[in-house]
């Protein structure tokens, strides 16, 4: 409640409108039977149509100003509802955007989605059906109460008897959907996580042939989502049935009851047909009420979990007033590091330190699982250092305005992601203003404008979701495209030249060396031909240095370096 109450906040003349028009509504809804119980007793009863003309006017106007009622309370309601729904729905967007790797990796992204999805869906289902109900209802339960007691006390003993009935069950309902709710949201979590995972690795599943280990798996959790909603469905439509069945029971003993009091003269027939009208409308009153109750706890769940996401605190955030301008310029310094992932128990790197300065090239080297992605991702602050500190131009990482920090970098990710659109606007990614020129400039250094060049529609080529419509080398030469033409202060390059055959490697590591003389360029490499001529290399095992020097200090001076070298060049590469 809380939540939707402070998103309410912005739409102050929509919700007084709206509360304008439930009058409305509840003006017909309750005039109408007194109107029609004086045409009965004193119209019809007396043959005045006179007076059945004039309360017919009446009742036409009443109408009138309900129907009007009516579309404005829809307007309103539907309004609102939409508008704080996309107004989350922003929200969470932004918010994640903020967030660090950690609190992805703490969220899980099919969480994030089904909370910005299903999570608002159910907000907006719950403010509509509380903007069009939660105000109407009580008066109008409220009014017909008292009309009622007005009409005949008698008779409203058996309102009495039946409403404690279901207020009764309205609290047993929103007790019980309560759990069911949490879980169903949890387990469609779990079903959007299990389709996401399939349908972004449909081609590792075929290959392997897991088609049916795989089927298998989304359709047991299918069916535990369908088992939990089949459960939290029935005891809905049961609430219906049974809420018609105490109304009927009501009204065969209010005719029961009503008959003899006609029969000895203290009731009229047109008191009759108004009480019965009310009793029609506190009933509905509640019914409709209750609707408000049993969607409640659903809602609540789902503004829990949207809240939590709102509540989140970025581990990392850009500090107040932080760094924009430094002195010196391209230079990355690592200061005793040592880091810990935040959910991991043993550090994965462990006092790391060194320099890497203006047109040097430091490359890491190390078995899988070494650290070397770890390391550079804290250089960009995906996460930042347990202990020690990193510096860049001089300045701690944690100092800088985390925009201006990484506008310094050029990053191109071991995973490369292209994004919907074209190869231009991809590489505009990296400078929004990019001028023509220096997008065919930044893809000749990437090697990729010979085959942007063969492309039907070239720079204008469409890119499919996640670039599937590019070959892995491709993707690679795309995302170093699209770092280059930054012209960033500190490239960082993880395990980037996989997918390029052997040629290409060479011509593109060339022409990077000649864009790059006036930046730090910094390689993570499996292959040790990538880095030959790297002015530093870093050797890591287990988080540790065990190694830094050129190739050839190395070789000499480092049996793990000695050891991957030979694995994989031949001796006589090994002596030039
Ligand atoms: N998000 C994470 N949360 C917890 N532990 C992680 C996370 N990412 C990596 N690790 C762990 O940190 C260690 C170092 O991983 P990292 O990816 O840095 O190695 P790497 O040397 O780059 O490996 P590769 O050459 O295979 O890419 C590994 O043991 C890995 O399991």
Redesign the pocket.
């Given at each position: 409640m809380k939540l939707i109450l402070s998103y309410l906040k912005h739409y102050k003349l929509l919700v007084l409108l709206n509360i304008i028009s439930v009058f409305g509504f509840a003006l017909v809804e309750l005039g109408i039977p007194t109107i029609m119980a004086k045409i009965i007793d004193n119209g019809i009863a007396t043959n005045n149509t006179t007076y059945i003309y004039q309360m017919g006017i009446v009742m036409a106007v009443i109408s009138v100003v309900g129907v009007l009622g009516t579309i404005l309370l829809g307007y309103c309601s539907s309004k609102i509802s939409s508008s704080i729904t996309r107004d989350i729905r922003n929200d969470i967007f932004r918010k994640v955007q903020d967030f660090s790797?950690?609190e992805y990796?703490a969220f899980g992204v099919s969480s994030m989605i089904t909370r910005t999805t299903n999570d608002a869906f159910q907000i907006l289902q719950f403010t509509n059906t509380l903007l069009r109900t939660a105000l109407l209802t009580p008066i109008m339960f409220l009014v017909s109460l008292v009309m009622i007691v007005k009409t005949s006390l008698a008779l409203s003993g058996v309102l009495a008897i039946t409403v404690p009935f279901i207020i009764l069950g309205v609290i047993v309902i929103a007790k019980l959907s309560g759990p069911l709710s949490e879980t169903q949201q949890k387990r469609l979590d779990k079903l959007n996580r299990i389709s996401r995972e399939n349908l972004t690795g449909i081609r590792v599943i075929r290959a392997f042939g897991n088609d049916d280990h795989e089927n298998e798996r989304f359709a047991h959790t299918n069916e535990d989502y369908a088992g939990v909603s089949k459960k939290l469905h029935k005891l809905m439509a049961a609430s219906q049935p049974t809420f018609f069945f105490l109304l009927n029971l009501a009204i065969i003993a209010i005719f029961w009851v009503s008959s003899q009091m006609i029969n000895v003269g203290i009731l009229q027939v047109g008191e009759l047909v108004a009480f019965i009208e009310y009793l029609f409308h506190a009933m509905f009153s509640i019914m409709l009420f209750s609707m408000v109750f049993i969607m409640y706890p659903k809602a609540q769940v789902s503004a829990n979990r949207i809240q939590e996401l709102l509540n989140a605190k970025p581990l990392i955030v850009s500090p107040e007033n932080g760094v924009k301008e430094t002195k010196e310029q391209g230079l990355v310094e690592f200061d005793h590091v040592t880091f810990t992932?935040?959910?991991?128990e043993e550090p994965?790197?462990r006092d790391i330190s060194f320099t890497a300065k203006k047109g040097q090239t430091v490359a890491?080297i190390?078995?899988?699982?070494?650290?070397?992605?770890?390391?550079i991702?804290l250089i960009p602050r995906f996460?930042d250092v347990t202990e020690g500190s990193i510096k860049i131009d001089g300045v701690d990482v944690r100092d800088y305005d985390l925009k201006i920090l990484r506008n310094k970098i050029g990053f191109i990710p071991?995973k490369t992601r292209l994004f919907t659109g074209t190869i231009a606007n991809n590489i505009k990614f990296g400078k929004k203003d990019a001028t023509q020129e220096e997008i065919k400039h930044s893809t000749k250094v990437a090697q990729a404008y010979p085959f942007i060049k063969r492309k039907p529609k070239q720079f204008e080529e469409p890119i499919s979701e996640g670039g599937a419509n590019m070959s892995g080398g491709q993707k690679q030469r795309l995302s170093i495209a699209r770092a280059v033409v930054r012209k960033p202060e500190i490239y960082i390059f993880?395990?980037s030249f996989s997918a390029l055959d052997f040629k290409t490697d060479a011509t593109l590591r060339a022409k990077l060396k000649e864009e790059t003389e006036e930046s730090v360029v910094l390689i993570?490499a499996?292959r040790i031909g990538s880095i030959l001529e790297a002015d530093k290399i870093i050797v890591?095992n287990e988080?540790e240095v065990v190694g830094i020097g050129t190739h050839s200090e190395l070789l000499n001076t480092c049996q793990i370096y000695n050891e991957i070298a030979l694995s994989q060049l031949t001796k006589e590469e090994l002596m030039q």
């Open positions: 790797h950690s990796d992932y935040p959910d991991g994965v790197l890491f190390g078995s899988t699982g070494s650290g070397k992605s770890t390391l991702n996460y071991q993880d395990d993570v499996q890591l988080g």
